[in-house]
Nanobody, 121 residues
Framework: QLQLVESGGGLVQPGGSLRLSCEAS????????IGWFRQAPGKEREGVSC????????NYADSVKSRFTISRDNAKNTVYLQMNNLKPEDTAVYYC??????????????WGQGTQVTVSS
């Protein structure tokens, strides 16, 4: 069964950068699109970015376009989210999950545990 584990979160000052990783085990990652989502306190979970199985297609929420970059290394079974010029409103728990295609159904049981990103001076 596919399992995903996020890492790379932390505390960063506004304008700083972090790179999140989403590492898969139990299945070959390149069968799936991978989406990054986030949930801030008191808010609903929202989609941040998604990358297709072969990496040829990506999409981003308007709030992160030009600041975040999603990529994948299928040989390492890992998807990355490079986050630059971070803002306090990016503070949230970030999750990755497998999807059959971007904007498509979530693969059952594929949500990771999340990694906390805090942007604060």
């Amino acid at each position: 069964q596919l399992q995903l584990v996020e890492s790379g979160g932390g505390l960063v000052q506004p304008g700083g950068s972090l790179r999140l990783s989403c590492e898969a085990s139990g299945s070959t990652l390149d069968y799936y699109a991978i989406g990054w989502f986030r949930q801030a306190p008191g808010k609903e979970r929202e989609g941040v970015s998604c990358i297709s199985g072969n990496g040829g297609s990506t999409n981003y929420a308007d709030s992160v376009k030009s600041r975040f970059t999603i990529s994948r290394d299928n040989a390492k079974n890992t998807v990355y989210l490079q986050m630059n010029n971070l803002k306090p409103e990016d503070t949230a728990v970030y999750y990755c999950t497998a999807q059959y295609y971007c904007s498509g159904p979530i693969v059952k049981g594929s949500w990771g545990q999340g990694t906390q990103v805090t942007v604060s001076s």
